[in-house]
């Protein structure tokens, strides 16, 4: 991939998957080797939800939260054929995709490797990880498609809205699904802690800068300064989990590969389903690509947050998202790639030097 391709994204978001692999690394031995520590951290929960790794969650959401622009949702009407395509493609399909296709690798091609039991929790957490679509590193994999952000940012600001109402009965029902019960109150109290309190506090926090210092300080000054906040939260959050799952890895190895695979294909089917129907309705191209990022993505913050409220920090439910975000940054650059290499197929928007 070309510097120019490149500058968008982050030394920590580009070798993201190769600081997940060192954070499993260092769990898996600080809870072979220095159990006292995860011990003494699961003394910190209430209500089932682990303080110690809420904190770091909020630290990973609130900043990217800030980044979500309500006004630009005044915009909708502008170029709608993209947004029915994402919104589709994220709430009327990915959720059920990801629990079809997960369920027939987990339960039936790696029946006789993974357990009964094993294979409804790693489900549980694949099904998390399809009711949540991308929020945050979609800004980048828009970028390095070249995507209209003024279109991009109105994708985050609707989304967003729709899983404060979406995400709690789809995830009750798939789970429900899959036999596995959970509690709405449990479910409702995860995406308040997790979305709706970060959410109200990033929108309030980009309304008082702007108003004192202005929209160009915030977006050029302001926000560059949690750039590498919400990595630091996420691989802390990563080594707290590994470090509680450190025997069921130590144990269940190859399973880490096995939920991959689900994962990856769905990842690559959904890009599908959201970017060729871009092409027939003869969308341009820095509409299609991010419609295509916004679904093939996952939030995996919210993700691996509700998998450990609704599951644990040991559960294999959470260890099944966290797969998620090793996954994620691999797949989405060859997406990328796959999306720039495809840019003939689209019309030239109006106006474009292209």
């Known amino acids: 991939m070309s510097k120019e391709k490149t500058a968008g994204i982050g030394f920590f978001q580009k070798y993201l998957t190769v600081w997940v692999i060192l954070c499993m690394a260092a769990g898996v031995l600080i809870g072979r080797y220095l159990p006292s520590i995860p011990a003494f951290l699961n003394k910190f929960e209430y209500a089932k939800v682990s303080i110690p790794v809420a ?13 979500v622009d309500f006004q630009s949702i005044k915009n ?16 009327l399909i990915k959720p059920f995709t990801m629990y079809a296709i997960s369920s027939f690798f987990l339960y039936v091609i790696f029946k006789s490797l993974i357990p009964a039991e094993l294979a409804k929790q790693y489900l549980a957490g694949a099904i998390l990880l399809g009711a949540a679509p991308c929020t945050a590193m979609v800004f980048v ?25 979406a995400f709690v009965p789809i995830v009750k029902f798939l789970l429900g699904m899959s036999n596995v019960s959970v509690p709405w109150d449990t479910l409702i109290l995860s995406v308040v802690l997790f979305v709706v309190i970060p959410l109200a506090g990033g929108v309030l926090t980009r309304l008082l800068v ?3 210092k202005g929209l160009e300080y915030f977006e050029k000054q302001f926000l560059p300064k949690f750039d590498n906040v919400t ?21 269940n190895p190859l399973h880490i590969i096995l939920i991959a695979v689900p994962l990856t294909i769905q990842t690559f089917f959904i890009f599908f389903i959201s970017y060729l129907p ?7 191209h820095n509409v299609a ?51 720039n290499s495809t840019k003939h197929w689209f019309p030239i928007p109006d106006g474009s030097n292209e």
């Open 76 to 91: 909708v009407g502008k170029n709608p054929k993209g947004l029915y395509v994402t919104w589709v493609a994220n709430w």
């Open 289 to 339: 690509a991010p419609a295509g990022m916004i679904g093939a993505s996952n939030f995996f913050e919210l993700s691996v947050a509700v998998a450990i409220a609704l599951f644990g920090t040991t559960s294999p439910a959470a260890l099944a998202t966290t797969v998620g975000v090793l996954t994620e940054v691999p797949v989405m650059l060859i997406l990328v790639k796959i999306a």
């Open 55 to 67: 904190v770091l969650i909020w630290v990973m959401i609130y900043p990217m939260m800030m980044k």
């Open 141 to 165: 994999w828009s970028l390095l498609t070249k995507g209209n952000p003024a279109y991009t940012v109105v994708q985050v600001a609707t989304n967003d809205l729709i899983i404060l109402f």
């Open 278 to 284: 871009c092409k027939w309705l003869k969308l341009p």
């Open 210 to 212: 702007t108003k004192k």
């Open 231 to 251: 990595i630091a939260g996420l691989l802390l959050t990563l080594i707290l989990i590994f470090s509680f799952q450190g025997e069921t890895i130590t144990s």
